[in-house]
């Protein structure tokens, strides 16, 4: 984030990075870098779990927990219900997300880190379904289960702790 010396205000060489949170300017100009909202779900199917791998970088290959970024005005079960529709077609019932718990991330995109906050949902199914996979995010699906989970093989930092947690790995 320190690449950003040009203030958007005054267009002066004078933007200075704290580095953690806050640009600032003598004219006055204060950005905050907030941390933003993203959703994981682990879904369960009698002893296995579905995970995608990633088709597009950051870490494109990797696998990883269906989810993504919380929009403006939506819940995190909003979300977790419109990214499970966008990836894989799949139509859950919000009621039956059960959050576990959180966990502080950074998501590199286009080299620029963004801090995130990781919300974990689990959601159970009785029967496999079908699914549609959106090619330009999912290359496809894998069912695991935990004592096949390779947790290096997990895109990102998060996603591996809680995993390690919630196994007991």
Known sequence: MENMPFCPKCGNKTLQYDGEKKWSC????????????AVAVLIKCGDEYLFTKRNQEPKAGKLDLAGGFVDPKESAETTCKRELFEEMKMDIDESKLVYVASLPNVYQYKNIDYNTIDLFYLYEMQEKTEVQLEISE?????????ENLNLEDLAFDSQQKFLKNYFNL
């Open 26 to 37: 003598p004219c006055n100009f204060t950005l905050y870098n907030n941390v933003a909202g």
């Open 138 to 146: 999912i290359s496809e699906i894998q069912w695991i289960t935990k």
